[in-house]
């Protein structure tokens, strides 16, 4: 018996329960190659690729009445909109409805005219087909003929049915049982009626919540089984915003393990594909594996050819910069609005191929080149330079490069999940505008037409979708389940059906799990380094101090040396980095003008969107920080009621102290009458021990070089540090002692001017120093 599943997926689970098997194993095929080999077109058509279907259709769509569609006809923007039509023709095929019988269906006034556009249309691209001998999922159901010879050597199949089966296969299958024996193996629950509708016509009685076998030819239920329901707990989490899901994911994969769940055992399911990058960019550790690949989409390749078509759809400063940044000469312009010939367009692609991409990328960009080019030919049609690569970028962009020795913890779509089970599984995304996902198929159809010509409504493909949730939860022993919950998001209804503990944890501890301290390899050098130098040849600042006392090595690389950072591309995000933005945020947060908690949020949210420079990672920061800076609003709201009024932020001094000049820029200075408050702020830990022997061996005296510098602006000033996460304002216990420490420093560092640079002996200074691999050999 030959074994027929819904995806490949499911044919390797099917083939990994005989691992410990010694003997003959069954055959086992996909349905789509099944249904690809049980019928054929004859007279010579063969199937037209996605490139030719878009032409064809554009091609069709010229004729006068087409615009009271409604639908765009430029290339680029037909582009995009043609699935809207190229789903609406397929459906109506494989559920074998006419266009004719849609008519009078509906009673809006314009229905039966745009139907009748539609039938025109129909017509007119099933003669460009024909006369290019092809054929499509249009026009397949119609035309494809039955091949006996390949069924009867089938002899024997068994159908796994995951889902939902159009009248066009239902008729294949049915067709098939007259050629070999047919067993249909299916579950069957409330979310899928519309397959125990079909095999109730044989006569069947079929329960729900059972998995069913039945013999097509004899019209018999051969087995049935109760349907299990694995599960022994559902935890959920909300989270504000989406990213922080992340973390989540990764506590959630810890803890499974920890009970016992094998991590090739275990799933995690998204809903929406789009939050897979992020997953991928922060599994530092390897632990996952993407079933949908990498995107092709993500290729510097095509990002290259979207940079050039933005940039001739709008010449605006953003777009020059992100064609300078692919170093692409701008007299490319004038060619793109120019037809072109074939050969000059396959070589203008060619040139975009930088010999630096992977090698992955390039196999994918060549392979589809050669087909690119057979397809161009054929078409015997001059197309200019930008629809040639608007065709291509689509073309490249459907493709993704297999991820392959990677992790043993599945990330995939529900789609993925049919066939198979997981011990455990994750699911992000939860929400109701994502579970069940609304289809975009009912641009021309509403569920009135839908159901008096019997074809699938909204209802029936969510009630799939909840299918493929329900069960994949119930196969599962243990589920995690994160949603969005906010303003504009709500959690998914059917989430209510589940019995469901919420987890009891603050959102922002799973940011925490994503980052984690490791210690720098001990390699350390005692090498010396004496050398004369001025420390007051240009003013001290608090930073260059700073640097000094934590390590002299490092202050000679940084301001002798004059060694700067490597500007390399790096998604990495590291906390100065984050540290500089929430300075420069606050700084054009303009509070003073803010009369409300939600004024300052959605500044400030506003604000953090511009720096996230489309990195995902700086998403991520910027999320969390949006959230962490909620008691900071409340409280800035507080000191305004108090009177306080920010009176300068970043402002710069400079002044002489004990005959040397000091100088530094102070983060910002609140002024109430003749009162101010000097603020240095902290978003990491301060060291406040409570102990003088701490305080004095301290190398930061950012504080105190902010008094000294603002004492020209009166006598009643205070100074503190400002924990913006915590929205506290931190007295320094010892500051009186600090600030006679730092003027010993100055005398220390003025009385002598040969100094030994050595590296610091503390190797926590290291671990995110910019030298350490200059200095420790540490990348």
């Known amino acids: 018996m030959i074994e027929i599943f819904s995806t490949a997926r499911s044919i390797r689970e099917f083939y990994s329960s005989f691992l410990d098997v010694n003997g003959v194993i069954p055959k086992a095929i996909t349905i789509a190659e099944f249904e690809s080999k049980a019928w054929y077109v004859d007279n010579g058509f063969s199937e037209a690729d996605t490139d030719t279907r878009v032409v064809l259709m554009q091609e069709a769509i010229n004729f006068d009445s087409f615009h009271k569609l409604h639908i765009p006809v430029e290339f680029m923007a037909f582009l995009k909109n043609s699935n809207y039509i ?86 294949l299958i049915e067709t098939a049982q007259n050629y070999c024996e047919v067993n249909i193996c299916t579950p069957i629950t409330k979310y899928n009626e519309k397959i125990k509708n079909w095999l109730e016509s044989f006569g069947l ?15 018999k239920i051969i087995n049935v089984y109760d349907m299990k329901n694995n599960t022994k707990s559902i935890t959920t989490q909300p989270f504000s915003v989406c990213s922080l899901q992340v973390g989540f994911v990764f506590e959630q994969i810890k803890n499974m393990v920890k009970s016992g769940i094998l991590p090739e055992n275990i799933a995690v399911i998204l809903p929406d594909e789009s939050f897979a990058p992020l997953l991928k960019e922060l599994d530092k550790l390897g632990n996952l594996n993407f079933a949908m690949g990498k995107k092709m989409s993500s290729s510097n390749f095509t990002k290259k050819i979207n940079a050039i078509l933005k940039y001739n759809k709008e010449n605006n400063t953003e777009n020059t910069l992100r064609v300078h940044r692919y170093k692409i000469d701008e007299n490319f312009a004038g ?49 200019r330079l930008n629809e040639i690569l608007t065709l291509f970028e689509s073309r490249i962009n459907k493709r993704s490069i297999d991820d392959v020795a990677s992790g043993k913890v599945t990330v995939l779509g529900i789609l993925e999940t049919r066939g198979v089970s997981y011990e455990g599984i994750i699911i992000v995304d939860f929400n109701d505008d994502l579970v069940p996902k609304r289809s975009s198929k009912d641009m021309f159809l509403s569920s009135r037409v839908r159901a008096q010509s019997n074809l699938p409504s909204s209802e029936d493909r969510e009630n799939l979708q909840r299918f493929f949730y329900d069960r994949a939860i119930k196969n599962a022993k243990s589920v995690s389940i994160s949603y969005v919950e906010n303003e504009e998001r709500i959690a998914s209804r059917f989430l209510k059906k589940y019995d469901v503990e919420e987890c009891k944890i603050n959102e922002i501890e799973y940011f925490k799990t994503i980052y984690k301290r490791q210690n720098p390899k001990d390699i350390f050098d005692k090498k010396e380094l004496i050398l004369k130098h001025n420390f007051f040849d240009k003013p001290l600042s608090a930073n260059r101090l700073k640097n000094f006392l934590e390590c002299p090595r490092r202050y000679f690389f940084m301001y002798i040396a004059n060694f700067k950072e490597c500007a390399a591309l790096s998604d990495e995000v590291k906390a100065k980095d984050i540290g500089n933005i929430l300075h420069d945020v606050l700084r054009e947060l303009d509070i003073n003008s803010l009369n409300s908690f939600k004024q300052m949020k959605d500044r400030a949210k506003e604000l953090l969107h511009t720096k996230k420079q489309d990195s995902l990672i700086l998403t991520l920061h910027c999320d969390v920080w949006l959230l962490k800076l909620e008691d900071f609003f409340h409280e800035e709201m507080k000191r305004k009621e108090e009177g306080w009024r920010v009176y300068a932020t970043e402002k710069e001094f400079t002044r002489e102290l004990n005959g040397v000049k000091i100088t530094g820029r102070v983060d910002r200075i609140d002024k109430n009458g003749e009162d101010y408050r000097i603020y240095d702020y902290k978003t990491g830990k301060i060291n406040t021990s409570g102990k003088i022997e701490t305080a004095l061996n301290s190398s930061d005296f950012q504080l105190e070089f902010y008094l000294f510098l603002c004492e020209s602006l009166g006598k009643n000033i205070e100074a503190f540090y400002y924990k913006i996460d915590e929205a506290k304002l931190i007295n320094d216990g010892f500051f009186e002692e600090k600030k006679r420490k730092l003027l010993w420093h100055i005398e220390e560092l003025k009385s002598v001017n040969e100094y030994n640079f050595t590296k610091t002996e503390d190797l926590k200074k290291c671990e995110y120093c910019i030298y350490k691999t200059i200095c420790r050999g540490e990348v």
Request: charged share 35%; hydrophobic share 35%.
């Open 205 to 219: 009685h079929i329960k729900e919540n059972t998995i069913n076998e039945i013999n097509l030819n004899s019209k």
């Open 335 to 383: 060619l793109l609005n120019s037809k072109i010939s074939d050969d000059e367009a396959i070589k203008y692609i060619t040139n975009l191929i930088d010999d630096d991409l992977p090698e992955d990328d390039i196999d994918i960009i060549n392979e589809e080149l050669f087909l690119f080019q057979k397809f161009l030919e054929n078409l015997q049609k001059d197309l």
């Open 86 to 171: 190229f789903r609406f023709f397929e459906e109506l095929a494989n559920e074998k409805v006419e266009i004719e019988s849609l008519k009078n269906a509906d009673i809006y006034a314009e229905f039966n005219e745009h139907i009748s556009i539609l039938e025109e249309l129909y017509v007119r691209y099933e003669k460009l087909l024909e006369s290019k001998k092809l054929y499509d999922k249009i026009t397949l159901p119609k035309i494809a003929k039955i091949n006996t010879n390949y069924l009867k050597s089938l002899k024997q199949v068994r159908i796994h049915i995951e889902g939902y089966l159009s009248k066009f296969e239902c008729e």
